[in-house]
């Protein structure tokens, strides 16, 4: 990388600090908010397929599943959302660990084939156990309590959702400078190679299927609680297709594509919004012509034209 | 250090290798040569873990390893490079070398993600910009793989594997694809690193090259051992000359 992680690390904190006092209304903090833990997704979603190389087409069942995870755990159990929130990211790493475990011994893309597979099934399930998750209508999600304070005003919630997003940002750049990040992105480019020098090839690739799942659930619970609302939608083929495109249009392996991202494709359609209904049509159109004329994704296009001209 | 012993590879009722045997001695270089095809790579790739032998073991120091994955064998001190070069492209050349000391490496989940392996790192890339001077490419260490020559890329893998810190390091082909003055260096490549300790098994196809740098040669034939021994002797086999130098000639 050529700048520095602090430096990248600063940047992005002044970026976020001086966001609320520049954007004019509660509108576009509206939409700051659902980009940052759209982001969180999306970045989980980039250690996955642009370090380690494997395609997830069904992660909107994570991020369903924390959703769903933590509404349920709050409204039926009672439970302090700050407590639904890790509880449901520990049952989606449990299930990735369990999803990937077997699939990985095998070769080929049988784990996306898995996850399209996961994706339908929490979908199907959330729409038929209308008792415990509202079925197709959905259920309410309380909002999210920091001892004993209801987050509600929107200014607070951005505090939240940058600080999350800076600290999954952090978490993600350290990844990529570290052993773990080299192993994964070493057996993407060149598997044979990077199993001669010791990779556990299986147990990486797990690792990366979890800690993506973990993401996509805390970003689940955290929408949950801020909109106050959520539906089968969540846990939708569309919507695991739209996570894939945050991370491939941004760019493979960058922390900063994937936030870009998701911040354009969590802009899109609101600025289409004539379109309504045929987003799933536009986010497939912007993958093909992504992989046609940007297969790497903006950010490190961007990144290699720059330094070039340097 | 290394006993080969009646290794077989069978392809859908091919025999690619058959009944090979020999054995490596810590320490030396040792060559395994033949035509186009004669079973070679296959056999590099048996010993290495990337094939399962059909029939036959492979012992390193006593243990029977054949049919263990290739990261087990790089546990067990076993490197190697590749004929068609395997360098990460989406990567470093520096990250492609740092890469090879992974076994050394701290690459828990946890420790990468909070930053805890940042020190062991600042010293993992001082060692391998050491590795990178060592094989001649240390000018490129900043440079991405994708901008490398195929020279380079060649001696790139040497260093990720010596980075793995092996016992016995696996060279296929390192003179393919190279110029005369880029084989003299990499055969004097590999006489440095013989000299530092560690046990060189090389496929070749340079003659000139293996007779000056190997101890110890197997000639290979149609999936067979044809014969071996040193250089000298191997030159005046005559059933090497039939099959492979008199061809050659």
């Known amino acids: 990388m050529r700048f520095s992680r602090f430096k990248a690390l600063l940047a992005t904190a002044a970026v976020l600090v001086v966001l609320p006092f520049v954007l004019p209304n509660n509108f576009m903090l509206d939409i700051a908010i659902r980009i940052a833990f759209a982001a969180v997704a999306a970045i989980g979603l980039n250690v996955l397929m642009g370090f380690a190389g494997q395609i997830s087409i069904g992660h909107a069942g994570f991020l369903a599943i924390g959703a769903y995870g933590s509404a349920i755990a709050a409204t039926r159990f009672g439970w302090p959302p700050l407590l639904a929130i890790p509880a449901a990211a520990a049952l989606c790493a449990v299930l990735a660990w369990v999803i990937a475990k077997p699939i990985l011994r095998l070769k080929g893309h049988s784990l996306t084939m898995a996850t399209l597979g996961l994706g339908l099934i929490v979908n199907i399930v959330l729409i038929n156990e209308v008792g415990v998750t509202g079925g197709p209508d959905g259920m309410a999600a309380p909002p999210l309590e920091v001892a004993g304070f209801a987050l509600v005003d929107l200014r607070h919630w951005y505090v939240v959702a940058a600080v999350v997003l800076w600290l999954v940002i952090l978490l993600s750049l350290n990844l990529y400078d570290s052993p773990c990040g080299r192993a994964l992105r070493g057996l993407h480019g060149a598997e044979v190679a990077a199993r001669v020098v010791g990779v556990d090839v299986a147990l990486f690739k797990t690792r990366a299927f979890v800690m993506s799942a973990v993401l996509a659930s805390v970003s689940g619970s955290l929408t949950a609680h801020y909109v106050g609302f959520i539906s089968p939608q969540m846990a939708s083929f569309a919507h695991s297709v739209e996570l894939a495109t945050m991370v491939v249009l941004g760019g493979m392996a960058s922390t900063f594509g994937a936030v870009l991202g998701a911040a354009l494709l969590t802009m899109l359609p609101q600025l289409l919004g004539g379109l309504h209904g045929y987003e799933s049509i536009l986010f497939g159109l912007i993958l093909m012509l992504t992989m046609m004329f940007l297969p790497r994704g903006i950010v490190p296009t961007l990144a290699l034209k720059l330094g070039r001209k340097r | ?249």
Request: aromatic residues 4%; proline residues 2%.
């Open chain 2, 1 to 249: 250090m290394l006993a080969v012993e009646s290794l077989t590879r069978t392809f859908g009722g091919v025999a690619a290798v058959s009944d090979v045997s020999f054995s490596v001695r810590k320490g030396h270089v040792h060559a395994v040569i033949g035509p186009n095809g004669a079973g070679k790579t296959t056999l590099f790739n048996l010993i290495s873990g990337v094939y399962t032998p059909s029939a036959g073991t492979v012992k390193l120091d006593g243990e029977d390893i054949g049919g263990h994955a290739p990261d087990q064998l790089a546990r067990k001190g076993m490197s190697r490079t590749f004929q068609n070069l395997q360098v990460c492209m989406n990567m470093t050349a520096l990250e492609n070398v740092m890469l090879g000391a992974h076994l050394r490496c701290r690459s828990g989940i946890l420790g990468s993600l909070l930053g805890l392996t940042r020190r062991a790192d600042a010293a993992l890339r001082e060692a391998s910009i050491a590795a990178m001077d060592f094989v001649g490419v240390g000018a490129w260490r900043d440079a991405h793989a994708t901008q490398l020559s195929f020279g380079v890329l060649k001696r790139l893998e040497i260093a990720r594997a010596l980075q793995a810190g092996p016992r016995l390091l696996l060279l296929d082909e390192p003179a393919a694809g190279l110029n005369d003055s880029e084989t003299h260096e990499m055969t004097a490549l590999i006489r440095r690193i013989a000299e530092d300790g560690v046990t060189v098994l090389l496929v070749e196809h340079d003659m000139k090259m293996v007779m000056s740098i190997s101890d110890h040669i197997v000639v290979m034939d149609q999936g067979r051992k044809l014969a071996e021994g040193d250089a000298a002797a191997v030159r005046k086999n005559p059933d090497v000359i039939a099959a492979y130098l008199g061809a050659e000639e």
